[in-house]
Structure formats: structure tokens, C-alpha cells
């Protein structure tokens, strides 16, 4: 396995861990410059859970969520196998994701998503991007079937779902980043999970990294799914899941094995968290550690404040991952505070509004 490069960080995920990537042929690689988030270290979080907290804000990717480092790897591989089309099923993010790659590659993009469940800046993206967007009256869990047999029955078109091996791979990459720039692995790390292909791809990401003699150890994962849409905790499907939290409104996890083995193997535990906590952690970040992120990025927050409340936060460093950014869904925070009436223009009325705040 060859060092990653200094110079190539920049160049996207596939660029910098060539060597711990399926192949893929130089020209058709396609990329936005994925990979290389911010690990920011978020010290009011620390102080109230009692560990030493990192957020890994994924929000930062091109498209604005993780759902890049897979979709970088997927897409090349689909071009360098001569695909002229992708599908996916998709909350939005993914779908998102799939446009602009789709739209660099100079590939046809089908999304099927739940009608009138997409948060709209996701929904923004996929319109600019060009994709063909349809609608089911459905949810992600009926998309992702539809999807699955599309691809089995149109060779053409490839899937670009996390089902898909190669996004599972491209994803691993965030836990190579993670612990390269603490110089270790964290003795934790906290995420949201929907249809499961994130956990799956850290624990990859990081056994990986221990086999190669990089660490001795691994973290504990500890993921966290909403509790209206919790099949992982409830120990079967969700029929009708709802949650605040659009992203992860996912009632039938395809990785859902991946995920238990995660959780088993590592040490860590798959649990639930309440709308109200996702969304007062996500207040919390925003407000306290200057980090936004979308409602369902804050369910690792939000389950390693219930932990603390608790008292079964984990010791040592813990890394909380935002998977996606505050943007990409305005609705969730506007529903919750509104913009103040206008004031006369003059120095008087805004010192009035000042004082009112420094009082
Ligand atoms: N966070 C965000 C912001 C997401 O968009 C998703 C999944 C997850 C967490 C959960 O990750 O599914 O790998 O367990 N979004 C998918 C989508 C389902 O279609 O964008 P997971």
C-alpha cells in the first residue's frame, strides 16, 4: 500500500489513498476535490460530556456532505467499466452527490426519491446538477428497491447506492483522515445511522488501518439512529419511519449487517435518540462550537450528550462525525427561529436593539 502524498491531499479522495482503493484508470477518474475535512476540536462539547471531543465536519465536501468520498469512487469505477447512466435511491444527500459527479463524468443521473421529503437545498442541487429527479409516493426504503432492480435489469445504468461496494470504500477514507491528523486512532467515534453504509465504511476504514500497522487498536462506534426510524435498535423493520431528521428517515437499512458487526466487534453499541435531542444538539454545535450542520449530522452529538447524561460517555478522544451540512436543509432551523422585525434606519433604533440583546 503505498504513503499517501502530501501534494495529492487536495486532488480528492482517490488521489490520496490510491493504494488502499480498488483500481481505477487515471483517465477516468472523476473528482471535486473530495476528502481532507476539518477535524475541529470542540471544546464546549468536551467540557460537558468529560472526554476530549473532535467534530469531523463532512459538511465541507464538495457537495456538502460525506456522501462524496463514495461517490467519487463509484463514479469512476462505473466510467472505466463504459456505464452511460447511474441510478440511485436517495434522502437527498447521495442524490446530490450523484448529480454533480454525474454531471463531471458526462453521465445520464436518475434519482428516485420519497415525494416531498427531500430538505429543499438538496432538492436545490439535484435541479442544478441537471439529474433526473423522480418522485414516488413512497419512501426510501420502496426507492431503494425500484433501484436495485433497475440496475439489475438495465446494464447500462450503474447503481450508485452504498450498496454498491465502491462507496463503502471511498467512505472508509474519512477514518484514514481522522486518524492521521490525531496521530492515533480515537477511543471513539459517534455517528448518525440510516442505511447503515457509513459505520460499515469507518469500521472498514479503520480495522484497515490496525491491520496495516498503523494502530494497535480500533474505536469503539458508537452509532445513533432517530428514534421514529430506529429498526437497528428495535431489532426489525420500520414500517412508516418519521423523523425530524430527513436524512436518516430510513425504516430498512440495506448494511444493517455491516453495521451490527461494527457495533459488536468494536465494542460500541447501535442506540436511539429523540428528535428533540438530535435538534438540541444541532443547536448546541451551531451556537456553541460554530459548526452547522443538518439535523441528521447531529444525532452522534446528540447520542454522546444522552451517554453523558447518563454516565456512560466514553473516555478519551471521541470523534463525533457531521455528515452533512446546516444548508442543505434551512427549513429545520427556520421553523424554530424566525427573523425579528425591522427596525427605523437610524443609530437610535439598532442601538435600541443592541441594548436589548447586551441587557
Ligand atoms: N447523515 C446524513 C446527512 C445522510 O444524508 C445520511 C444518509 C446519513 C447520515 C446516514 O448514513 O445511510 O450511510 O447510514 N443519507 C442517504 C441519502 C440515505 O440518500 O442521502 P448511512
Same mark, same amino acid.
Given at each position: 500500500m503505498s504513503i499517501e502524498r502530501e501534494s495529492d491531499r487536495r486532488g480528492g479522495v482517490i488521489a490520496a489513498w490510491r493504494g488502499w482503493l480498488p483500481e481505477i484508470p487515471d483517465e477516468a477518474v472523476v473528482t471535486l476535490g473530495e476528502?481532507?475535512?476539518?477535524?475541529?476540536?470542540?471544546?464546549?462539547?468536551?467540557?460537558?460530556?468529560? $472526554?476530549?471531543v473532535y467534530l469531523k465536519f463532512e459538511g465541507a465536501?464538495?457537495?456538502g456532505s460525506f456522501k462524496?468520498?463514495?461517490?467519487?469512487?463509484?463514479?469512476?469505477?462505473?466510467?472505466?467499466?463504459?456505464? #452511460?447512466? @447511474?441510478? @440511485?435511491?436517495?434522502?437527498?444527500?447521495?442524490? $446530490?452527490?450523484?448529480?454533480?459527479?454525474?454531471?463531471?463524468a458526462g453521465m445520464a443521473c436518475f434519482v428516485v426519491v420519497p415525494a416531498g421529503k427531500i430538505a429543499s437545498g438538496k432538492s436545490v442541487q439535484i435541479l442544478a446538477h441537471g439529474a433526473r429527479i423522480i418522485q414516488i409516493e413512497g419512501n426510501f426504503d420502496a426507492a431503494l428497491a425500484i433501484c436495485r432492480?433497475?440496475?439489475?435489469?438495465?446494464?447500462?445504468?450503474?447503481?450508485?447506492?452504498?450498496v454498491n461496494p465502491d462507496r463503502i470504500e471511498g467512505q472508509k477514507t474519512a477514518a484514514f483522515e481522522i486518524a492521521r491528523a490525531l496521530g492515533r486512532v480515537p477511543d471513539a467515534l459517534a455517528l448518525p445511522v440510516g442505511n447503515a453504509g457509513n459505520i460499515t465504511a469507518y469500521?472498514?476504514?479503520?480495522? #484497515?488501518?490496525?491491520?496495516?500497522?498503523?494502530?494497535?487498536?480500533?474505536?469503539?462506534?458508537?452509532?445513533?439512529?432517530?428514534?421514529?426510524?430506529?429498526?437497528?435498535?428495535?431489532?426489525?423493520?420500520?414500517e412508516n419511519p418519521e423523523t425530524v431528521a430527513s436524512a436518516i428517515r430510513i425504516g430498512s437499512p440495506a448494511s444493517?449487517?455491516?453495521?451490527?458487526?461494527?457495533?459488536?466487534?468494536?465494542?460500541?453499541?447501535?442506540?436511539?435518540?429523540?428528535?428533540?435531542?438530535?435538534?438540541?444538539?444541532?443547536?448546541?454545535?451551531?451556537?456553541?462550537?460554530?459548526?452547522? @450542520?443538518?439535523?441528521?449530522s447531529?444525532?452522534?452529538v446528540a447520542g454522546l450528550l444522552k451517554l453523558a447524561r447518563e454516565g456512560r460517555a466514553p473516555e478519551g478522544t471521541v470523534v463525533c462525525v457531521l455528515t452533512g451540512h446546516g444548508l442543505k436543509d434551512p427549513q429545520a432551523v427556520v421553523e424554530r427561529a424566525r427573523l425579528p422585525e425591522p427596525?427605523?434606519?437610524?443609530?437610535?433604533?439598532?442601538?435600541?436593539r443592541v441594548g436589548r440583546v447586551l441587557a
Open positions: 476528502g481532507e475535512t476539518p477535524l475541529v476540536p470542540a471544546p464546549r462539547l468536551s467540557e460537558r460530556v468529560g $472526554a476530549e465536501n464538495p457537495t462524496d468520498r463514495g461517490m467519487t469512487v463509484a463514479m469512476s469505477r462505473a466510467k472505466a467499466a463504459g456505464r #452511460e447512466a @447511474c441510478v @440511485c435511491a436517495s434522502t437527498g444527500n447521495t442524490a $446530490a452527490s450523484a448529480a454533480a459527479y454525474a454531471g463531471r432492480r433497475l440496475a439489475q435489469e438495465v446494464e447500462e445504468i450503474a447503481l450508485v447506492n452504498s469500521w472498514k476504514g479503520f480495522v #484497515e488501518w490496525r491491520e496495516a500497522g498503523r494502530a494497535e487498536k480500533t474505536p469503539r462506534m458508537l452509532g445513533f439512529q432517530a428514534a421514529g426510524a430506529a429498526p437497528l435498535v428495535l431489532g426489525h423493520d420500520v444493517r449487517e455491516g453495521a451490527l458487526a461494527a457495533a459488536r466487534e468494536s465494542g460500541g453499541s447501535i442506540e436511539s435518540v429523540t428528535d428533540e435531542e438530535i435538534l438540541s444538539a444541532q443547536n448546541l454545535v451551531a451556537r456553541e462550537e460554530g459548526v452547522f @450542520c443538518e439535523p441528521a447531529a444525532a452522534g427596525v427605523a434606519a437610524s443609530f437610535e433604533a439598532v442601538v435600541r
